[in-house]
């Protein structure tokens, strides 16, 4: 039988840190990482054939559960007809069609491949339209790997960013300006510091990426407001949150319409697909009918389309976010409830069936106050509850997602795992 330790060991001679995407090695978290064999519903197995209930969901896009049947019959019927054709296909208009219909300010969408190519075109797209350099990104949201975004704020706060990442040049950074998230003063400011060379603010409405993070009351209203009074783009990465906390996304939750959205994870159904897009008169100026060019080898690949789609289908369902909403904040609540009673130093915060468990206490709105959280305390945590059959995201900021596969059973035992595993470590 295959081991963990010895896959481990031999994946680190041919790929770098064994892993395909780093934040998997977990090295926050001081273990060797898993090796996954197989997953069904909310659980997943490992190459050792331990099984756990599943709060990762592959970082969000397993919203209707792992090897869901339906989107298996989806990609299996689609797969017999081929897998790509680098061509136009019928289902490319069905699922465009279907999240024009389900994201109220998406008039025209573009497939790319991965949230990262959604951001870089979305960005891209701002700065040709408005013919503007600059972007306003928020410290601690996480947008992929595009250079553009791999900036931390610089020395002067109010002015050029600074890389973040080796290989990021010094050329780029400076067009990256870097504010604080649910602080519209500091993005005020960057505007009045940069008059006229704002072309986009992009913001997580929902910031998943630091942990998660609820937008503070009229805060996007305010970034909405902003970047109309200045002619700026205000860009939604909806990668995360995208058809997560709500059907029509973060900004129909929120009641705030941004001129781009970002989106991707359930909109590839476990598959390789994401896509920006907003209103036509924007979108209009992308190849081949603008400037702006992007392209990709796979985009609209068939497989990734229709097992999108199907996941949006199931999910547009009458009852659906009803259900998994309601099964969710229950949970949520329940541990709120528990951490007070039980006066433990920890904070936690969620929408709907997005989440986390910080080890902080007094509440986390912001950055600064995640990054105040007790990493190594967390890293116990995630043990203990490994050990005890719950996978969790391998880093304290990271988001917990709820799949409607997670039957009332799944989280009661979630629930007591978490209450054991808390008392253990906090003795
Ligand atoms: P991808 O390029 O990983 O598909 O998407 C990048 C991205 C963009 N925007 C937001 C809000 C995101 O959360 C992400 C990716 N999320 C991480 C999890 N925090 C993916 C996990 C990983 O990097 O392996």
Redesign the pocket.
């Known amino acids: 039988m295959a081991s963990n330790k010895k896959l481990f060991q031999r994946a680190q001679k041919v790929i770098p840190g064994g892993v395909?995407?780093?934040?998997?090695a977990f090295k926050s978290v001081n273990l060797d990482p898993l090796f996954i064999s197989s997953a069904k519903g909310c659980t997943i197995q490992d190459v050792e054939g331990n099984t756990f209930i599943d709060f990762v969901g592959s970082?969000?896009p397993m919203i209707v559960g792992h090897a869901n049947e339906e989107v298996l019959e989806a990609i299996r019927e689609t797969a017999s007809r081929g897998t790509s054709f680098g061509a136009p296909t019928a289902i490319e208009i069905d699922l465009a069609e279907k999240i024009i219909a389900m994201v109220p300010s998406v008039e025209m969408v573009r497939m790319v491949?991965?949230?990262?190519?959604?951001?870089m075109s979305a960005i891209r797209l701002a700065r040709g339209f408005t013919q503007r350099e600059h972007i306003i990104k928020f410290e601690g949201?996480?947008?992929?790997?595009g250079d553009s975004f791999l900036i931390k704020a610089g020395s002067g706060a109010l002015t050029m960013g600074e890389p973040d990442s080796l290989g990021v040049p010094r050329s780029v950074a400076q067009n990256t300006l870097t504010a604080r998230f649910n602080d519209i003063s500091s993005v005020q400011a960057l505007f009045e510091h940069n008059v006229g060379q704002v072309a986009a603010v992009i913001v997580?409405p929902i910031a998943?990426?630091m942990g998660v993070v609820p937008p503070a009351d009229g805060f996007l209203k305010g970034l909405r407001d902003l970047c109309t009074q200045h002619g700026s783009l205000l860009i939604f990465?909806?990668?995360?949150?995208g058809f997560r906390v709500h059907p029509g996304c973060a900004q129909t939750l929120y009641g705030v319409m941004p001129d781009l959205t970002?989106m991707?994870?359930v909109i590839g159904g476990g598959l390789?697909a994401?896509a920006y897009g907003g209103k036509k008169e924007i979108m209009a100026h992308v190849a081949p009918t603008g400037q702006v060019y992007q392209a990709g080898t796979l985009s609209g690949n068939p497989l990734a389309v229709a097992a999108g789609l199907k996941t949006l289908e199931i999910i547009s369902r009458p009852g659906f976010f009803e259900s998994l909403n309601q099964k969710a904040v229950t949970f949520f609540e329940n541990a709120n409830t528990y951490l007070k009673e039980k006066q433990l130093p920890l904070s936690l915060n969620y929408v709907n069936s997005m989440g986390c468990l910080f080890f902080k206490q007094g509440g986390v709105k912001n950055f600064k106050e995640a990054f105040l959280s007790d990493t190594k305390r967390f890293a116990r945590y995630f043990e203990e509850m490994l050990l005890q059959g719950i996978y969790l995201?391998p880093?304290q900021?990271?988001?917990a997602f709820i799949s409607s596969a997670h039957t009332q059973d799944d989280l009661d035992i979630a629930f007591d795992k978490m209450k054991k595993a808390l008392e253990k470590i906090l003795r």
């Open positions: 395909n995407s780093p934040v998997r970082w969000g491949n991965s949230g990262t190519e959604a951001t949201c996480y947008h992929g790997h997580e998943g990426n990465d909806e990668v995360m949150t970002t991707g994870k390789p994401a995201a880093s900021f990271e988001a």
